[in-house]
């Protein structure tokens, strides 16, 4: 059974930096995509980033040049590094497992930007 756990978000002030992390169990993800999606209150789920099986990025345009998205396959497991957070970037943030045949969610780890 597929499973992805992400950890590490909180409250952090405008400026600081979180690091999420996303551990996938159940089988060997490597060539696979991965990513990250978020959702804030009353707001549709959006894709922040991702990344290929060969870790090549792609961000949304609205968080380009502050997060990083990296993946260990050995670990079988996701980051993302945030950094210059704002407070448009809280919400709830999902990890995403994308095996073609079927997508997999993670249960949501909530980063809060507030002074």
């Known amino acids: 059974q597929v499973q992805l756990v992400e950890s590490g978000g909180g409250l952090v002030q405008p400026g600081g930096s979180l690091r999420l992390s996303c551990v996938a169990s159940?089988?060997?993800?490597?060539?696979?995509?991965m990513g990250w999606y978020r959702q804030a209150p009353g707001k549709q789920r959006e894709l922040v980033a991702d990344i290929t099986s060969g870790g090549v990025p792609n961000y949304a345009d609205s968080v380009k040049g502050r997060f990083t998205i990296s993946r260990d396959n050995n670990k079988n497991t996701v980051y993302l590094r945030m950094n210059s957070l704002k407070p448009e970037d809280t919400a709830v943030y999902y990890c995403?497992?994308?095996?073609?045949?079927?997508?997999?969610w993670g249960q949501g780890t909530q980063v809060t930007v507030s002074s």
């Open positions: 159940g089988g060997i993800f490597r060539g696979f995509a």
């Open positions: 995403n497992l994308d095996l073609v045949v079927a997508n997999y």
